[in-house]
């Protein structure tokens, strides 16, 4: 399964407004996914916001997240994903948070003017580092399809 909206600008996985990140976990084991992939942007590991935009709307089922990070709260969806026994695949699916791939958005390729190589080399290796002991995260998915 595909648990997107990290890689928007809400920078948090979709649905925290609505149920606690525990309870979509769950339910992603009851409903027999063992599996899932999680996007995100550049600019929720890159951008160091202190929160989330919009904080108290788009988290509002998870009081106990708002004073995390985007990055922070990626955090605590993968250890809810993982605590369930779910496989986690990190996808780097764009640049710029945001919607993509239009012709004029620049997010075809894993680099930008905004984020060039050498960055997106180094965002891997940070990530890499930060689930390294989460046996259950088990690969990159690189770039948006």
């Known amino acids: ?4 909206g990290a890689h928007m600008k809400q920078m948090v996985a979709n649905g ?3 149920q606690p990140l525990g309870q979509i976990a769950r339910r992603a084991t009851e409903l027999g996914f063992n599996c899932i992939r999680l996007p995100y942007s550049l600019d929720l590991v890159y951008l160091n916001n202190t929160r989330v935009p919009h904080h108290r709307t788009t ?3 998870n009081v106990d997240l708002w004073h995390l ?5 990626f955090d605590r969806t993968v250890e809810a994903l993982t605590a369930e026994g779910l496989l986690v695949i990190l996808n780097n699916h764009v640049s710029s948070a945001g919607w993509c791939c239009g012709l004029t958005d620049n997010q075809g390729l ?3 003017l905004e984020y060039p190589e050498q960055m997106w080399l180094d ?3 940070f990530m ?3 689930y390294k002991h989460n046996p259950l995260v088990v690969g990159f998915d690189l770039r948006n399809e």
């Not at 990070?69 to 709260?73: A, K, R």
């Open 1 to 4: 399964a595909n648990w997107y």
């Open 16 to 18: 925290l407004n609505r």
């Open 59 to 61: 988290l509002a089922a």
């Open 69 to 73: 990070s985007p990055l922070q709260i």
């Open 110 to 112: 894993w680099f930008t």
């Open 123 to 125: 965002h891997l290796a």
């Open 128 to 130: 890499t580092r930060r």
